[in-house]
Nanobody
Framework: QVQLVESGGGLVQPGGPLRLSCAAS????????MAWHRQTPGKDRELVAT????????NYADAVKGRFTTSRDNAKNTVYLKMDSPKPDDTAVYYC???????WGRGTQVTVSS
């Protein structure tokens, strides 16, 4: 059974760093491209970042490019999203998933506010 569990969310001040984690199980993690998405109330879920199975290729939405970094540790079956210089507009529930397959994790709330 595929499971994805996000953690690391919370309240962070604008500019303060925050790192999200996603622990994966139930599939061949090192072979799977992974993705981070986010959603705010009333809006569609949007793609934030993707990372290839080896971690050698990453892609980012324009809104977070240069501020967010995704990485992975295949030995720990974990993918990360480092949020540097977060802004109030980054407030959302953040989800991880396999880039091309379900399911979604339950998400972790990130609130950027002073």
């Amino acid at each position: 059974q595929v499971q994805l569990v996000e953690s690391g969310g919370g309240l962070v001040q604008p500019g303060g760093p925050l790192r999200l984690s996603c622990a994966a199980s139930g599939f061949a993690f090192s072979s799977a491209a992974m993705a981070w998405h986010r959603q705010t109330p009333g809006k569609d879920r949007e793609l934030v970042a993707t990372i290839s199975g080896t971690g050698g290729t990453t892609n980012y939405a324009d809104a977070v490019k240069g501020r967010f970094t995704t990485s992975r540790d295949n030995a720990k079956n974990t993918v990360y999203l480092k949020m540097d210089s977060p802004k109030p507009d980054d407030t959302a529930v953040y989800y991880c998933k396999r880039a091309y397959l379900p399911p979604w994790g339950r998400g972790t709330q990130v609130t950027v506010s002073s």
